[in-house]
Structures are given as structure tokens and as C-alpha cells.
């Protein structure tokens, strides 16, 4: 690794009798220390004594066999695995080309088994872990803390199951989880595994946690969700403390419940409710006794006290039981539903650049195989290593790597509740130094807001036991790569910045610890079965040193396996641009070491705060106001989100543009969204720049948005009048 060296990799083939020869030539080069143009910085070679991937050229071996002997590679991977029914014949059968049929991809289809089993039973009874710490859950004030064991989590994901099984769940059936970051939320998401249920985590609570506010999605996102994969049953609390903000989380439940109604589809005939922060939060004699009090008075409403707090608890009899009611009383004993590898795991609900969310689909093996092998790699996991992720469960990089990969590998990691600045600016690092904490993953928006607050909180903890740190979700400027590498890491701890997405399933584009030199702001180099390419508007293949869009040649076994109940959303949205590729919809661009960096999104889908925004969904929440006529949405860089929303609003005549309009504008979004998608910036537009066949150009409202006044080519506009007035009406804060 020291110097620039060529890797040739060449494949040929030879068809006799036509004369015809194909030669394939894969380059890779190393980065070396010559390097003048960016810093590069190399493994530190105490990881490198004790790695799973110790250097690169292990890294390009294993990488090598995976693409070139795909079945073998993922059948070893496999074995690790408890398995009813081995895979056995073809692992990997797919079509990535709409024009050849229906967009598919199997792996191990038709071999039998179960992820419970083997990220629980696997772990307890052939590994002996039943006594190892899987989750330290830390709550919302550093005073509330619990430990799980692996066995622990055993019996109670089984009471659950029965419960659920109780509550008439059965196999194929969907449930939606609307839980806080505490035990139960894993523990539900396991038991519907266990019994082949598929859940469906609706919310992103609280997004990344970075604001003390509650950030989540409203109660109609979670109505339209419920609705969209039709569950039977759903699984809440009463309240959460984040930060000093109390959310009653049952009352929205409610209220999406209602709304299910209205819509016409309700569905939901249970939802249970956990006790959480009347009994573990509060945990007082006294709430308790108020609790028992209301219930024996038989009103509808029961409350919960917390420092002086008094919150409602709507309560229907008929429909709402409490989650201790019905699963403390029940066996420790449940038999895993033998599944087939393809059958549904879970659905998670993305923004989509139509407006409507899209429930992407993954399925038991594949996911089971890919989450495992990523997050024993990018981490490079080792029994001793206490792992902290900080992301909510509730998304993508919960569900990979909060429970399904740290539990397949039997980590012990940190479950934590609460937000980076509550009760104080240095609450992660006093955690870190807390538990130990050897490998943490977080987000670029949660770096960027905890760098505001300078080194000092970062130093007033022991952060020795650091050994890797991660990045998700959004790029990750150079800036915080560097204080998140010498401030936080002490200048010893690689920073692993992982590019992946809700339909990957697990990293595709990551550097391992041990063996990728790191260029800060890029996400380095492709997992193992990866195939990357970057592709001009044309869908032409570009080689070398390029920038376009970025795509995957095949699939990895983590792979989305579809849209919940849209194949045709599927296949358009990810397949139809550019046949024979999966399509992630961001740009890309390959350096001379071919390294890759991601530019942004090529779509009309804004990434805030790490969490993906579709702008049709935000216009069509504003267009609902009575006052407005027309409405434009872009993205503006912002110093702590990486970009936030910019609105361009016309007014219906007879309409003023005035300050409590604008409020109700933000609240218009809030309620139909959720605060997570309240607009910074509303402005006037009296007009909205068009070309003449009537199509907004959004590249214009970009650049009067970040006040760009080079706008290059105009002569497609209708009316090239519409830009000086919108200069003129601009929003200069927010
Ligand atoms: O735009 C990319 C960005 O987040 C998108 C995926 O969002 P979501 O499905 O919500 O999943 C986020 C967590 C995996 C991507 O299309 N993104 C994610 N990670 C990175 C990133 N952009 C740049 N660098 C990353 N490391």
C-alpha cells in the first residue's frame, strides 16, 4: 500500500471457431504516499495485527473471488448460519434487464430458515452467548439504564411472539411499530421475525436525534403507511421523553388510527401499547397508584405522571392493551416458523420522487447474510467490542445495524434513547467513555452539530476504548471527516464513511478499517459482491476517471426484492432508466485511484439531515393550503442539515404574502410530513420560471435559492422577467 501499483486483473475468452476474443481488464490502483493532491490516511497497524480484512490486498482478494465466484463466495458466507434446510443448487438467480422480463433477484431461494434463530436461538445455544450483553440501553436521562443478555432477549422475543400470535398474527401478516428506542422495539421487529410476520417499523421516530425537538413523521405519514401494507396490528407506547420534550406517542397513534379510518382501511383490530415511560422512564410508586386509579374508575383516559407531567392516555377498550398485559403472562417458549429464504422480513417506508412513499421489501436470507458479513467487516467486529450506532431503529441503519447485524454476530451494543445535547453538549462522548464503546457510527449532521460546540466536551471524557468510527447517511464534508478523525478518533481510529441506501439493505460502497486508505469525503472502494459502474445521461458505461450516475451491475444478497404491492413502481424507479443496472439515483464520481464519491441526488429528492425528502410530497402538502396556487421546491445547502428545504410559493390572487402565512405554511407541512420536513425558507414568487411548454426549471429556483447570480443558458425560459422579481423577493434567513 505504500506505493502507486496497478492491479491487472485480466479475463479472456477465446471462441475458436468464430476468431473472436474478448478481453476484460479490471484496473485498480492504490493510492500511494506520493500523493500530492489530498491527504491519504492509512490503517493504523495495531487494527491491522487483529483484522478479519488485515490489508488491502486481502481486501482485493476477497473482493476478487466474490464477483468472479459469486456461488461459492456467498455459500461459505453461509455456512455460518443455521439453516432448516441447506441452500442447495443455484444461490444467486436474477434479471436486472426490463427489457428480458420482470425485474428479480433470489438468493438461496427455496432453502429454509429463520432470522430470529439465528441472530437469538443460534447465539444462546450453539454459541454460548446467553449470558453475553446484547443490548446496554441507555435512556433518555443518563440515570435510566438497562442491560439485555443474549438469553434474556431470547425469552422475552418469545413471550412477544406468543402475544402477538394471541392477538391473531400470523404468518404473511404486517406489523407496524411506532416504539421509541427501548427494548421492545427490537424485541417486537424479532418476534414477528420469529413467527413470520413481516413488520413494518412506520416511523423514523425521531430522525437522526440530533435537535432535541421531535423530529419524526406525522400522524398521517404513519396512517399512510399503515394503510399502504395493510397491518392488523400495531405496536406503540405511551410517551417518550427526548430531551426535555415529552411525545405522547399513543395519542398520535390515535390519531392515525382515525385517519385510517377516514381513508376507509382500517385494518389495525390491535394495538398494543407499551408501558414505557410511565414505568421505566418515571418508574414512581406514585404513577403507578394514578394509573391503577383511573383504570378502576373505567374512564377511557389513564395518565401518566413524570416530573410533575401529567399526560393523556387515550385509551379504546376494545381495541388498545397494554403490551405488559399481554406478553409478561406469556411462555418463554415459541418454535420458530421455518421460512423460505425469499420470503418478506420487513418493509420500510423511503420518500419516493413522486410524493408517495414507497414500502421497499426485503427478505429473510439475503438480508440475514449481507447484514452480517458488512457489519462484521466494515466494523470489523471482535467479541470484546462494545458497538454504539446512534441512528433511530426506525430507519434503515437501525434495522441493519442496531439489530440485525450486531445480533447475528453476537456484538453487545449500546441502545440509546435520548439526543446528543440532553442534559448536556457532551452526552455521546460520556457514554462512549460510559460503556467502553470500541467501534461508533453516526452522521455527518450529528458530527457537524456536535463540532459547534468545540473540543472541549469531547476531551473531558476518555475515548481510549475508540478503535473505529462510521458515517451514514449524506456526504460527509471534509471539515467534519477531520474533527470526527482527530477530535473524536485522537487521530488513531479510521473513519469507515459507508454509502448505502433503505433498498441496498447493507453498506455497498465502504472502506474497511483495516485495509482501505481513507480520502476524507470519500466513501472509498465497493463491498464484496459489489458492482459499481457510472453511466453518462446515455446509460454509456464510463471508465477511468469520471462522474455520472451511479448504478450496480448485479445484485448482493442485501438487495430490496421489491415495492411493497408495486412491481411496476418497482421496475421504473429503479430499472427502467437504464436496462441491466439497479439505479440508486445518485451521482457519482470515480478518481484517478478509483475511488468513488458520492455528488448528490440525481432525482428530485432532497437529503436532510441524512434523511431523504421526495420535493412532490412537500409541494403537495403546501398545495393543500387554500391561499396557495403554484409551488417549487428545492434543496439549499445548510451548515448543520447538509441541505434544507427552500419553498417558492404563488399566491391564489386576493392572497397576501405575510408572516403568519408563512407559519401556516411550515405548519400545513408539519402536519401532513412531520417536522422533520418543515421548510426553512418560504418565499413569494409571484411567478415561478418556466420554459415555454410549461415546465418549472428547477436548476433556476436552485440557484436564486443559494443566491447564485451566474444562472448560465436562459433562452429556454417563457419569460425571462420571473428571475429578477424572484432575486428581488429572495429569503435571506431563515
Ligand atoms: O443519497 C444517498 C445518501 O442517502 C441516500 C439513502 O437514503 P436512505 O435510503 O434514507 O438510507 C440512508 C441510510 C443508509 C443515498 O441514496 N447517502 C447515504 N449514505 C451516504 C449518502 N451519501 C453520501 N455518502 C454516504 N455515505
Not at 502 to 510: K, N, P, R, Y
Not at 607 to 614: A, D, E, I, P, R
Not at 632 to 639: E, T
Not at 723 to 728: A, E, K, M
Amino acid at each position: 500500500c505504500k506505493t502507486n501499483t496497478l492491479y491487472l486483473d485480466m479475463q479472456v475468452r477465446c471462441k475458436t471457431n468464430t476468431l473472436y476474443l474478448d478481453i476484460h481488464l479490471t484496473v485498480m490502483v492504490v493510492p500511494g504516499r506520493q500523493d500530492k493532491e489530498e491527504k491519504i490516511y492509512y490503517p493504523p497497524e495495531d487494527l491491522q495485527m487483529n483484522a478479519h480484512v488485515p490489508n488491502f490486498n486481502s481486501y482485493l482478494a476477497l473482493y476478487k473471488r466474490s464477483i468472479e465466484e459469486p456461488e461459492e463466495f456467498w455459500r461459505d458466507a453461509a455456512q455460518e448460519f443455521y439453516w432448516k434446510e441447506s441452500p442447495s443448487g443455484q444461490i444467486l438467480q436474477f434479471n436486472f434487464d426490463v427489457t428480458k422480463g420482470n425485474i428479480s433477484m433470489k438468493f438461496m431461494a427455496g432453502a429454509k430458515t429463520n432470522m430470529c434463530y439465528n441472530v437469538l436461538d443460534r447465539n444462546v445455544l450453539d454459541r454460548n452467548l446467553g449470558e453475553k450483553v446484547a443490548y446496554l440501553w441507555e435512556g433518555n436521562l443518563p440515570a435510566h439504564h438497562q442491560t439485555i443478555t443474549y438469553g434474556q432477549l431470547l425469552k422475552q422475543v418469545c413471550r412477544c411472539a406468543n402475544a402477538l400470535k394471541q392477538t391473531g398474527v400470523k404468518k404473511g401478516d404486517r406489523v407496524a411499530i411506532y416504539l421509541p428506542m427501548i427494548p421492545e422495539l427490537v424485541v417486537t421487529m424479532l418476534a414477528c421475525a420469529r413467527i413470520g410476520a413481516v413488520h413494518s417499523a412506520v416511523v423514523r421516530l425521531i430522525i437522526w436525534p440530533c435537535y432535541s425537538q421531535f423530529a419524526g413523521f406525522s400522524s398521517e405519514s404513519l396512517a399512510e403507511r399503515i394503510v399502504d401494507a395493510q397491518c392488523s396490528v400495531l405496536v406503540t407506547a405511551d410517551g417518550v421523553y427526548r430531551g426535555e420534550k415529552l411525545i405522547n406517542l399513543k395519542q398520535i397513534s390515535d390519531e392515525a388510527l382515525e385517519h385510517c379510518q377516514e381513508k376507509g382501511s382500517p385494518t389495525v383490530q390491535k394495538c398494543v401499547v407499551v408501558k414505557h415511560h410511565a414505568l421505566r422512564a418515571s418508574g414512581t410508586d406514585e404513577c403507578n397508584k394514578l394509573q391503577v386509579g383511573l383504570n378502576i374508575m373505567s374512564t377511557l383516559k389513564i395518565y401518566n405522571l413524570y416530573k410533575n407531567v401529567v399526560i393523556l392516555t387515550p385509551w379504546n377498550a376494545e381495541r388498545d392493551v397494554w403490551w405488559q398485559d399481554i406478553v409478561d403472562s406469556e411462555s418463554e417458549q415459541c418454535d420458530p416458523e421455518w421460512l423460505d429464504a425469499e420470503d418478506p422480513l420487513f418493509i420500510l417506508y423511503t420518500s419516493g420522487s413522486t410524493g408517495k412513499p414507497k414500502g421497499v421489501l426485503h427478505t429473510v436470507a439475503g438480508y440475514l447474510l449481507y447484514t452480517s458479513l458488512t457489519f462484521k467487516y466494515v466494523f470489523d467486529h471482535h467479541h470484546d467490542d462494545v458497538y454504539w450506532c446512534t441512528a433511530d431503529i426506525g430507519w434503515i441503519t437501525g434495522h441493519s445495524y442496531i439489530a440485525y447485524g450486531p445480533l447475528a454476530n453476537g456484538a453487545t451494543s449500546v441502545l440509546f434513547e435520548g439526543v446528543p445535547v440532553y442534559p448536556h453538549v457532551g452526552r455521546y462522548w460520556e457514554v462512549i467513555e460510559k460503556y467502553g464503546v470500541s467501534k461508533f457510527y453516526t452522521a455527518p449532521t450529528a458530527i457537524r452539530l456536535l463540532m459547534k460546540y468545540g473540543r472541549e466536551p469531547v476531551e473531558k471524557y476518555d475515548l481510549s476504548s475508540l478503535r473505529v468510527l462510521g458515517t451514514v447517511g449524506e456526504p460527509i464534508n471534509p471539515e467534519a471527516w477531520l474533527w470526527y478523525h482527530d477530535a473524536v478518533g485522537q487521530g488513531r481510529c479510521p473513519v469507515v464513511d459507508t454509502f448505502w441506501q433503505t433498498e441496498t439493505g447493507g453498506h455497498v460502497l465502504t472502506p474497511l478499517p483495516a485495509a482501505t486508505p481513507l480520502k476524507p469525503g470519500s466513501a472509498t472502494l465497493p463491498f464484496f459482491g459489489v458492482q459499481p459502474c457510472i453511466l453518462n445521461e446515455h446509460g454509456e458505461e464510463l471508465q477511468g476517471e469520471a462522474e455520472g450516475y451511479l448504478v450496480f451491475r448485479k445484485p448482493w444478497p442485501g438487495i430490496m426484492r421489491g415495492i411493497y404491492g408495486n412491481q411496476e413502481r418497482f421496475e421504473s424507479t429503479y430499472f427502467r432508466k437504464f436496462p441491466g443496472f439497479y439505479v440508486t439515483g445518485d451521482g457519482c464520481r470515480r478518481d484517478k485511484d478509483g475511488y468513488y464519491w458520492i455528488t448528490g441526488r440525481m432525482d428530485d429528492m432532497l437529503n436532510v439531515s441524512g434523511h431523504l425528502l421526495s420535493t412532490a410530497e412537500v409541494e403537495g402538502a403546501l398545495s393543500e393550503h387554500a391561499a396557495v396556487a403554484e409551488v417549487a421546491v428545492v434543496g439549499r445547502p445548510h451548515p448543520l442539515k447538509g441541505e434544507c428545504l427552500y419553498c417558492f410559493v404563488t399566491l391564489k390572487d386576493s392572497h397576501e404574502f405575510t408572516h403568519d402565512l408563512v407559519e401556516e405554511l411550515k405548519g400545513k407541512v408539519r402536519e401532513k410530513i412531520g417536522p422533520i420536513a418543515t421548510p426553512d425558507f418560504i418565499q413569494n414568487a409571484p411567478g415561478l420560471p418556466k420554459t415555454r411548454s410549461g415546465k418549472i426549471m428547477r436548476r433556476v429556483l436552485r440557484q436564486i435559492a443559494r443566491n447564485e447570480k451566474d444562472l448560465g443558458d436562459l433562452s429556454t425560459l417563457a419569460d425571462s422577467k420571473v428571475v429578477d422579481v424572484l432575486f428581488s423577493y429572495r429569503c435571506k434567513t431563515a
